[in-house]
């Protein structure tokens, strides 16, 4: 007898959609990641683009699924989870008219894919709609469907859904072996943090892992190769600059340097595309900052250097040109979701139901839960919310009155709230609340947030970390 | 929507400073609003000496000099003090919005004085690449965890600036415990005061490179290393002269921007490269009626100045509201 019915590695965004998607039917289920906290690999730096599916070669998997789940973050998703999921649409801009028949012909792809009200527009209607756009640009396909969202948030509304429904949810737990059941009974014995979980499916999610944990299971033999992105945040005083998600024509490895609207307000220019063999190599460069530069002021001029507030990369998981997703027969019961390269944010909830149709192929019983909860409440912001709002929460919890971080306008109370949600580290209140992204980068409210994280968790100062084990913020405590 | 005559926001030594001065201008309703749960603003995390030598002809620590200014503010019934009171909403046309644990106010102010501070530029505006590791910390961060938490950031540091608050808190490090590898400054020359260079880098040891910058920061969790090289007048890196330095820590000292979004919200012209005040002198904005002074109208390198000047700030507001009355 198995413990589990299905073992997901992996609490990304393609582990959290497959793990919620699942947690609809009677199933015993276990969700590992090996980081502090969901949302720590690939899924926490990306653009937070909801593709509308263009761009993608007509036959291929991550088109089709793309365009599907663009359309369940528009339909179903965005109000399940009370998502901030915001349908700004997308340009696709030619600098030389001459590139016409381009534009017409990732018209004529995404049609064939399912993209609905593909246009092309010209300087005229550009001039209206998107006026901050360059003197170069001549015209551009307008892609409405498009839209973007907070990508960490989304990873942790599908995970606290999943978890409402009875998902068991264990971070920290880096799997290192995996076993098949002894005696030929179909299943596997993963080892995790030195414990042993039983399994009858396995779900490997493991992004840039994804490779080794298939090997460790026995599976498929494949290489994931990182391909790096840095991206470029500005200020929110330049919130404005534009309206849509801006795309010049895509090169054959990237979608290439776009200028980003982000759900918290900021812009944000990138990303590069650049193989990479090392799977830790997050750090940015002078080369990559130059390129991005260059690439967003000539759609964008008046974006300056001095506009940039914050910086990161991002590793695509790529293998080959398509994602891997399917059951080996190699190691019965083992489903790999690998090689979920760009758009698989977009792509994470048609992912999740084909990995379910797959599991359900091989075996595995789905018995809908008559009490599954569909929806999961938003948290506060209070700066998506008018003041007016804002007067009747504190009115209920005063703490919402008490503002820790000063640029993006954090309280105390959704502090508080990040943590009773699952924050554990500076990093995972900062991607469930913005407090420390603003302009001061935490200078004033770090101090403050660790006290009220020690007040939360009962831990020692020491203790206290960015971002998991070995990120520790302070060495030694003065009483 | 109450109304009150003057309404000061920020309670550091520039709007006490301005609060007593309208005070003794004749103001008789003023309200300083201070996000902080005590008044003194940036001083109570600087507790080194050197404060007041021209104001008090005396040398006091950050807090003792705040404390004289609190002690006055505390003894004038006309100025009302409100505390953890966070000002969320400034219009053109004088109306204030504030949060504090359990309350959202709003009031419509006669006059307004702006005494918001700065804060500190980043490693992300200069920018540096690398990675992003625990254990970079703003240097005026630094300075708050180890003078009001005792908390300490690090075993081995290098600073990256010498300004006045990174040349301070290389001694601070050292006589904590912590080893202090190195101050990095791309400039010819140092931008803290002399005397900070003698008695916190020279009477310890701290080697200041100038002319050289950090190309790079390495760690994958923690800071690991730094990659340091000298530039040319330029600014362009010298082939050959690169080299490393292992830390644990570092700290982020590159100069402070005034903190005027409230200003900007309102609708006063900004200057985008300082992100000060425009205005026809010190302590005017843009929209009559509303005025900035201390850290927020120009980053001052003493406090002895901000109180003097935003003294005038506290005057200019008394006659505009007398010129109002009238
Ligand atoms: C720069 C950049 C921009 C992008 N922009 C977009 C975009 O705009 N729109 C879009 O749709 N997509 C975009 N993508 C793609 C998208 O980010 C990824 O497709 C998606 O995040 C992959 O999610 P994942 O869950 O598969 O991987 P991950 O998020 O990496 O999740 C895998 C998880 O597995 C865990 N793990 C690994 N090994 C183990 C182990 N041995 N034991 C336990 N746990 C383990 C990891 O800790 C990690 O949390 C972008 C990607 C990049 C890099
Ligand atoms: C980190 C740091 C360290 C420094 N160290 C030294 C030093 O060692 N020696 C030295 O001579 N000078 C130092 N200075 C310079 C010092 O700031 C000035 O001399 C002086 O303190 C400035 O006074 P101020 O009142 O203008 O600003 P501050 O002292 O910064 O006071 C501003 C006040 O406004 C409040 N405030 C801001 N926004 C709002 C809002 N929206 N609502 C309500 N309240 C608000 C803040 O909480 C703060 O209390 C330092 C500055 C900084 C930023």
Redesign the pocket.
Known sequence: MSDYDVLIIGAGITGAAIARELSKFKLKILLLDKEAEPAFGVSKSNSGIIHAGTQNPPGSLKGRLCVEGNRLMREEMAKDLGLHFIQCGQLIVIFDLKDLPELEKIRLEGETLGVEDLRIVDRLWLNAHEPGLGPEVQAALYVPSAGIISPYRFVYALVENAVRNGVELKTSHKVTAIKRLKGGEPGFEVTAARQVFRTRFLVNAAGLFADEVSALAGGADFKITPRKGEEYLLDKKREHIANHIIFPLPTPDSKGILIIRTSDGNPMIGPTAHATEDKGDLSTTDEGLAEVLAGARRMMPTISKSDIIAYFSGLRPVCGHDFIIRHEDKAPGLVNVAGIQSPGLTAAPAIANHARDILADNGLELIPRKDFHRNREKPVHLLQIPLSKTRELIKKEPAYGDIVC?CEMVSAQEIRDAIKRGARTLDGVKFRTRAQSGRCHGGFCTTRIVKIMQEELGLPVEEITKRGPGSELIMDERK | MTKRELVI????????AAALAAKESGVRDILL????QH?????N??I?P??GLHRFKAELT?PEYADRFIKMVKDSPEIQVSLR????KLTGDKKIS?LKPGALEEIEAGAIIL??????RTREMIPIPGSRPAGIY???LA??MINMEGWIPGKEAVIVGSG??GL?MARRMVLEGMKVKAVIEIQKTSRGLVRNVVQCLEDYGIPLYLSHKITKIYGANRVEKVGVVEVDENFNEKPGTGFELSCDTVLISVG?IP?NE?LEMAGAAIDRVTNTPVGPEVNLTSIPGIFA????AKV????DW?SRD?EKAGKMAAEYLGGKAL
């Open positions: 000063r | 926001v920020g309670g550091g030594p520039a709007g006490m609003l201070e996000r902080d008044l003194g603003g940036i001083l995390q600087c080194h050197g404060f950050g009171s966070f000002v969320v504030y005494a918001t501070g700065c804060r500190e703003p240097a005026g300075q708050k006045d608050i301070i402070l903190e409230l002074c201390g850290n927020a001052y390198d003493l406090v901000v935003s």
